[in-house]
């Protein structure tokens, strides 16, 4: 079993900066991929950002630029910092973890959420 942890969320003015963090711990083997997601009120959830473990990474459209992603491979930590934020980035951001276990068995985990309000 593999739990993720977030943190780093809050409310934040427009134009400012947040950073989240995402600790998975576990019965981890490895981590492919770790991303973060996002779902506002009556929308779908969506990817944010997401970075493999060799350092490659996707952003979505509407926040290139200003999202940045990173992990630190070795504390199975993701991080992303979030500058220049709009009110439309409002929404509970959510931490994915894909990999494998010791077991060697493929897992998926979501954490719980963390919420960024965004006050234009």
């Known amino acids: 079993q593999v739990q993720l942890v977030e943190s780093g969320g809050g409310l934040v003015q427009a134009g400012g900066s947040l950073k989240l963090s995402c600790a998975a711990s576990g019965n981890i083997f490895s981590i492919n991929v770790m991303g973060w997601y996002r779902q506002a009120p009556g929308k779908q959830r969506e990817l944010v950002a997401a970075?493999?473990?060799?350092?490659?990474?996707n952003y979505a459209d509407s926040v290139k630029g200003r999202f940045t992603i990173s992990r630190d491979n070795a504390k199975n930590t993701v991080y992303l910092e979030m500058n220049s934020l709009k009110a439309e980035d409002t929404a509970v951001y959510y931490c994915n973890a894909q990999g494998i276990t010791r077991a060697t068995i493929l897992f998926g985990s979501w954490g719980q959420g963390t919420q960024v309000t965004v006050s234009s």
């Open positions: 970075i493999t473990s060799g350092g490659s990474t």
